[in-house]
């Protein structure tokens, strides 16, 4: 069995004039894996670009679906989990969002979930 695919944007990133940027929800992404590191066995965790078209995502779930964070799952979901889904393309389900990825996980592994 595989691990989900978690991508994830690099930090300071240029979008524009001033100061380099992070992704707050990658971010959040980033703290939920530090308060359980027990997640990253089961992960896959790619640092993409910010600049679109981001290459990687896009093969996987096309140019519509290529914003961060998302969680492409490694089989398909129980029936039970397909209220955690954001969607399907071409047969791989996935969830985006860093709230939506951590009540998955909450669900998924036993974690706390987010309040």
């Known amino acids: ?15 524009g004039a001033g100061a380099p ?14 308060y359980f590191p027990k997640l990253r ?10 600049a679109r078209p981001r290459k ?5 779930l096309g140019e519509q679906h290529q914003g961060c964070p998302v ?4 089989q398909p979901p129980a029936m039970d989990a397909l ?11 996935f ?3 860093a709230k939506a990825i951590a009540n998955y996980w909450s669900y998924k592994y036993g974690v706390s979930r987010p309040h």
Do not use: N, W
């Open 71 to 74: 969680l492409i799952l490694d």
């Open 95 to 97: 969830v985006s969002g």
């Open 56 to 60: 990687e995502i896009v093969s996987l």
């Open 1 to 15: 069995m595989g691990r989900d695919l978690l991508f994830l944007l690099k930090e300071d990133f240029v979008d």
């Open 21 to 34: 940027y992070f992704c707050p929800d990658c971010a959040q992404i980033t703290g939920v894996l530090s």
């Open 41 to 50: 066995h089961h992960l896959d965790i790619r640092y993409v670009d910010f």
């Open 83 to 93: 209220a955690y889904m954001t969607g399907q393309v071409g047969g791989k389900s």
